[in-house]
């Protein structure tokens, strides 16, 4: 959707080391979310964020953290990446509209 | 918490004809949008349609519709004139109309166009 990048798109990377994951949205959006994509499971909410400095734990939230320091920018990091965050990571955002969403177009992330 | 189930993990079709994607959702709300998602090998996320549960009428979005049964907590899509481009998994997902909460999602349905 036009508004929302992600970055990287795709990443490969060692089991332990740290990783960080960015999602830019230019639509003033308050609301941002980070979901990650896995084979029979859809999508899983992993953290949101309602507002600058303002975030919550989602579904799968264990081993993973959020920073939002702006209002465009919501940042999910890896600690200490493991095999079993290889995944596909979708940030998605929303305005006032509660049925209006947006989606980035997924991160790649694979953990050896 | 919510739940959203799609009981068919994969639905084949001939072109032109009509197939129906299944979703039931569990949930104590009264107010809440649900929506069904497609994506392609491509793995964008592409919004099919929409339905907010205060309103009874069925979403519809040219050959694209739902059937909204919110006393069976049943919100299935229906799909007229497939075309090949149709092919994709589909998503069916859940949010309340309050708060912050992100979209819960199903798991997905496969959808293959015969041609």
């Known amino acids: 959707d036009a508004g929302i990048t992600q970055s990287p798109r795709h990443k490969v990377t060692e089991t332990g080391t740290p990783v960080t994951l960015r999602c830019h949205q230019t639509?003033?959006?308050?609301?941002m979310y980070w979901y990650r994509q896995d084979p029979g499971h859809g999508l899983r909410l992993i953290h949101y964020?309602?507002?600058?400095?303002?975030?919550d734990k989602g579904e799968v939230s264990d081993g993973y953290s959020v920073s939002r320091s702006k209002t465009e920018d919501f940042l999910l990091t890896l600690e200490s990446a493991t095999s079993s965050q290889t995944s596909v990571y979708f940030c998605?955002?929303?305005?006032?509209?509660?049925?209006?969403?947006?989606f980035g177009e997924g991160s790649r992330l694979t953990v050896l | 918490a919510q739940t959203v189930t799609q009981s068919q993990p994969e639905m084949s079709v001939q072109e032109a004809e009509t197939v129906t994607l299944s979703c039931t959702y569990d949930?104590?709300?009264?107010?809440?949008?649900l929506f069904w998602y497609k994506q392609p090998p491509s793995r964008q996320m592409i919004l099919v349609i929409r339905?907010?549960?205060?309103?009874?009428q069925n979403a519809t979005e040219n050959r694209f519709s739902v059937n909204f049964q919110k006393a069976a907590k049943s919100f299935s899509l229906k799909i007229s004139d497939s075309q090949l481009g149709d092919a994709a998994m589909y998503f069916c997902?859940?949010?309340?109309?309050?708060?912050?909460?992100?979209?819960?999602f199903g798991k997905g349905t496969h959808l293959i166009i015969q041609p």
């Open positions: 998605s955002s929303r305005g006032a509209d509660p049925g209006e969403l947006f």
């Open positions: 639509e003033n959006h308050r609301y």
């Open positions: 964020s309602y507002g600058v400095k303002d975030t």
């Open positions: 949930t104590s709300e009264s107010d809440y949008y």
């Open positions: 339905q907010e549960a205060y309103k009874q």
């Open positions: 997902a859940y949010r309340s109309a309050r708060g912050a909460d992100g979209l819960t």
